[in-house]
């Protein structure tokens, strides 16, 4: 079965074909450290079988924060503390990446606290607070993209990811939406991603040519006259031009949760962007979203529509679930897609499940 294979990003050979999706845990503390309850998490994910844990999101930068509980790689004094999830995942047999982002405009958490957030470009649409970036700020936050690779180098992940994504600061500068400059960073499709061009080869150079780099990529916007897949497709072949290793086929601006429905228990909404993505790139492309069954997962990847599956949702429910597949039991994930692990970003309560016996009554067990 090619889902149990070993597989290769760069230099990082991993067990599995299978991937924990970058997913916020909200364990970190104030300041954005690692906690006890980090490294436990962790540490039973790896226990559970999945070849790559991608870390929930981690800040390069204070004016980047987009929730509570996010790790910070911001400064080194979260090195320590990172250290202990790579040392949880590596004891137990994972390998795991670090995904590194900037919020941008998103920045809810700063709002909260009365910070105004940068944004690509000043928004009049938008009755929120905001202020458009510079160039001297568009330079020192590609530098704290780089400063951060080498935090995560240091502390020893196996990779990093871009957060590339789900309308966060990489996301505003690839979209007409959000990207209405009319410098070098703007408006023609070639100056909306040199920012994403300009932070990979800068961290690439840093880290040397061995490490991986990968990039959650939001290969086109789900929200009116945004970017268009094939824009987001040209965006890709670059960045692999740039030093990527690796690119999680995503979405970019416009909210996820339209194709996110409770109830729907399986269909992998992203398939057909990772194809896409995998039919112009010459390295690994994830799917992610929907997946549910070791079916599924088994066949997008031997379709050729990906080299690997990663899922979220599934392993906040059943973190053990590979290794419950490895063993004979190729029942369904439980996670019946109720979303409630996403009603904690307003609530601020930990990021949980509904309980046993709600999720069988939903289902039909």
């Not at 870390?55 to 390069?60: E, L, R």
């Not at 606290?113 to 009755?127: D, E, M, N, W």
């Not at 590339?164 to 990489?170: E, K, S, V």
């Not at 398939?271 to 070791?294: F, L, T």
Request: proline content about 2%; some cysteine; hydrophobic content about 40%.
């Amino acid at each position: 079965m090619k889902l149990f294979e070993s597989f290769r990003i760069r230099n990082l050979e991993l067990k599995n074909r299978l991937v924990r999706s970058a997913t916020w845990d909200a364990t970190a503390d104030v300041t954005g450290a690692v906690t006890d309850e980090s490294e436990a998490l962790y540490r039973e994910l790896a226990r559970g079988g999945v070849g790559l844990i991608i870390t929930g999101y981690a800040f390069i930068s204070a004016s980047g924060q987009a929730l509570h509980g996010q790790y910070g790689i911001h400064s080194d004094d979260m090195i320590q503390g990172l250290r202990r999830l790579v040392r949880a995942a590596h004891e137990n047999g994972s390998g795991i990446a670090l995904q590194i982002a900037h919020a941008g405009i998103g920045a809810d958490y700063l709002v909260q606290k009365g910070l105004t957030p940068l944004a690509v470009s000043k928004i009049t649409r938008l009755s929120r607070a905001h202020r458009e970036m510079t160039d001297e700020d568009i330079e020192v936050i590609l530098e704290d993209f780089t400063s951060a690779t080498l935090r995560a180098v240091e502390a020893g992940f196996d990779a990093v990811q871009f957060h590339g994504a789900h309308g966060y600061l990489m996301s505003q500068f690839l979209s007409p939406l959000f990207n209405q400059r009319r410098d070098k960073w703007g408006g023609t499709e070639e100056n909306r991603r040199r920012f994403h061009v300009e932070a990979i080869k800068r961290a690439r150079r840093a880290a040397g040519s061995g490490f991986p780099l990968m990039i959650k990529l939001g290969v086109r916007d789900d929200r009116g006259k945004g970017l268009t897949l094939e824009e987001g497709l040209a965006a890709a072949q670059h960045m692999v031009a740039a030093g990527i290793d690796s690119i999680e086929a995503s979405t970019g601006v416009g909210t996820s949760m339209q194709v996110m429905k409770e109830g729907e228990y399986e269909r992998a909404y992203f398939r057909e962007r990772a194809a896409a993505v995998k039919n112009r790139v010459s390295v690994p492309v994830i799917a992610v979203g929907g997946i549910r069954s070791q079916e599924l997962a088994e066949e997008i990847i031997v379709s050729g529509d990906a080299d690997m599956v990663a899922m979220c949702r599934p392993f906040i429910r059943e973190p053990g679930l590979v290794n419950r597949w490895l063993n004979g039991d190729m029942t369904h994930a439980a996670c019946i897609s109720c979303n409630k692990c996403f009603t904690s970003r307003t609530t601020g309560e930990p990021v949980t499940c509904i309980d046993e016996k709600e999720a069988k009554n939903r289902s039909g067990i």
